[in-house]
T-cell receptor, first 117, second 113 residues
Framework: GAVVSQHPSWVICKSGTSVKIECRSL??????MFWYRQFPKQSLMLMAT?????????EQGVEKDKFLINHASLTLSTLTVTSAHPEDSSFYIC?????????????FGPGTRLTVL | LAKTTQPISMDSYEGQEVNITCSHN???????ITWYQQFPSQGPRFIIQGYKTKVTNEVASLFIPADRKSSTLSLPRVSLSDTAVYYCLVGPDPSSNTGKLIFGQGTTLQVKP
């Protein structure tokens, strides 16, 4: 199946700093990628839809100025958590769906564990 | 997107068949039913998808009654490695929509030896 990677797999940062997380589709092109956040023992919460070459679409309640999304190419989307605070500590997961027929499922990255001290 | 309801948790033993039922009373005509599996600290993984009746693959079976207001994921002969959270999602034809997925609470399956 298709492969989606994320980098880094985990990151620890100090409060007030910014952290960038990369999401790559390794063997397919994705015009659309999705970013989720998951707190311990909770479900995945969709944060935003990343669109190649255009602005991201954010879900209600997600601060677009805090979670900057850039989808500069068909294989890479980045999520930058700006001025991170301890409450931003979470598991961030991206996903994408290959555009070709026969791929009705989404493929998820392995996730990035963010810890803000 | 239709809301789904699943049991929060289930226990089973190795070798048993496990059936997880999901309710989706407000499913729309063009909605598909998809199940994902998630292990701790990993991204979800697609298990199976269906529209009506029965779908089977190498991993699981999906049973959908005629009214489509519920669906049952069936895992044959589970092993310890099947311990995970299972999510039922309902949404428009994935081949035509933007691919946006809304996850419900999921069912935590614990398989015991």
């Amino acid at each position: 199946g298709a492969v989606v990677s994320q980098h880094p797999s985990w990151v620890i940062c100090k409060s007030g700093t910014s952290v960038k997380i990369e999401c790559r589709s390794l063997d397919f092109q994705a015009t659309t990628m999705f970013w989720y956040r998951q707190f311990p023992k909770q479900s995945l919460m969709l944060m935003a839809t990343s669109n190649e070459g255009s602005k991201a679409t954010y879900e209600q309640g997600v601060e677009k100025d805090k979670f900057l999304i850039n989808h500069a190419s068909l294989t890479l989307s980045t999520l930058t958590v700006t001025s991170a605070h301890p409450e931003d500590s979470s598991f961030y997961i991206c996903s994408a769906r290959p555009p070709s027929q026969g791929h009705n499922e989404q493929f998820f990255g392995p996730g990035t564990r963010l810890t803000v001290l | 997107l239709a809301k789904t309801t699943q049991p929060i948790s289930m226990d089973s033993y190795e070798g048993q068949e496990v059936n997880i039922t999901c309710s989706h009373n407000n499913i729309a005509t063009n909605d598909y039913i998809t199940w994902y599996q998630q292990f701790p600290s990993q991204g979800p993984r697609f298990i199976i998808q269906g529209y009506k009746t029965k779908v089977t693959n190498e991993v699981a079976s999906l049973f959908i009654p005629a009214d489509r207001k519920s669906s049952t994921l069936s895992l044959p002969r589970v092993s310890l490695s099947d311990t995970a959270v299972y999510y039922c999602l309902v949404g428009p034809d994935p081949s035509s929509n933007t691919g946006k997925l809304i996850f419900g609470q999921g069912t935590t399956l614990q398989v015991k030896p």
